[in-house]
């Protein structure tokens, strides 16, 4: 490997609720270990590795300028995004004029929702559903309906195409949030499962939103197609919302951009984000994003998908042979786990929270699946060396599951 993928970092008193947070919010945060053992941050997703260089090199040498007034964002920083998306994507047709600022993708997610849906308005979502769904939704008053994903007969979770017609049919749903690849289940989708759904969105008129943050982590064999691009319907249905936060563990500098190629969702859109004159970029997050979008960022994100790709292969072996009971997915993309421990609590007397519970005292800081509609779930954050890895499954295994 060129770039540093093994070396742990000491994030505390680094502004990192991932390990400074534990036991700070209860209900949300795991707690903090006992006595004796050291946190292993393996909940709220972001990377415990040390981002690509060429991110702080950018940084520093912008802020090395000692004025940082108005600025608009440059020709460079639209091209990088464009390059990236065809390079990595295979997406044609972009243009700047496509492209917009959004201050973070949930931000970008409720301004279109509120450009064309009100509160009390239903929309369509799949479960298990991402906690920032679920959050930025029942705060701006919009009734969630979910449409479950199921597993295949191979363990494989699948949309339920029968369900989301009933459901955007009886409650009259004009609008969807879309998540490829899928957080928390790590489904990267294939094209006919897209087009499919796509399909259903189109004849009940839906528009859809989807969040594609995850795009750049795609695991061994697997490739993102981006929504737009499966049918000119969906390019002209579909909003898109990207981040190079979630690739390069940048989510503390702010910086999301929405793609939209329809000009009547586009200009609905961005004057309903552009009112509250929040929704401005910050001069670091934009050399930020160009410090990412160079050759070794590249190189830096091909790197980190074998080295995810890896862990994930230990970490569901490791289930598979040694936690009866527990149930996972073989994630395709994305850094998380989400384990079913139903059948393990059910034949240990146990609940999910005491399990939850009896991990977060041995420092094992995974998170409460519970919150992602998987009553009785743990998401699990596999973005770390993997000799830390290592030590959370044999604690696991220690002092949890066998002990």
Known sequence: MKYDFT???????????????????????????????????????????????????????????PAYGYFQPTDEYYNAIIKWQETRNGVTGLTKEYIGYENGVLGGVISALTAFAAPGDAVLLHSPTYIGFTSSLNNNGFKIVHSPLVKDENGVWRMDYEDMEMKLKTENIHAAIFCSPHNPCGRVWERWELEKAMEIYKANDCLVISDEIWSDIILEGHKH???????????????????????????????????????????????????????????????????????EGYEWVDELCQVIAGN??????????????????????????????????ESHGKTIGELEQAAWDVGVAWQDGRMFHGPCSVRMNLALPLSRVKEAFDRLDKYVFNG
Not at 19 to 38: I, Q, R
Not at 286 to 291: D, K, P, R, T, W
Not at 330 to 344: H, Q, V
Request: with cysteine; aromatic share 10%.
């Open 225 to 295: 197609i981006p929504t737009q691009m499966v049918s000119e319907d969906a390019r002209n249905r579909t909003v898109g919302v990207y981040a190079p936060s979630k690739t390069f563990n940048l989510a503390g500098l702010v910086g999301s951009y929405h793609i939209i190629y329809n000009k009547y969702l586009r200009d609905r859109i961005v004057a309903k984000g552009s009112k509250p004159h929040y929704n401005d970029m910050n001069v670091l997050s934009m050399h930020a994003l160009l410090g990412a979008y160079q050759p």
């Open 7 to 65: 070396s742990i970092m000491d994030r505390r008193g680094k502004d990192a609720i991932a390990v400074d947070g534990l036991g700070g919010m209860p209900g949300f945060t795991p707690s903090a270990p006992k006595e004796g053992f050291d946190a292993i941050p393996m909940w709220v997703a972001d990377m415990n590795f040390p981002t690509v260089p060429t991110i702080p090199e950018a940084i520093i040498e912008r802020a090395k300028h």
């Open 312 to 345: 994930v292969n230990y970490a569901c072996d490791y289930i598979r042979d040694h936690f009866e009971g527990v149930e996972v997915f073989r994630p395709e993309g994305t850094y998380m786990l989400f384990m079913d421990c139903s059948k393990w609590c």
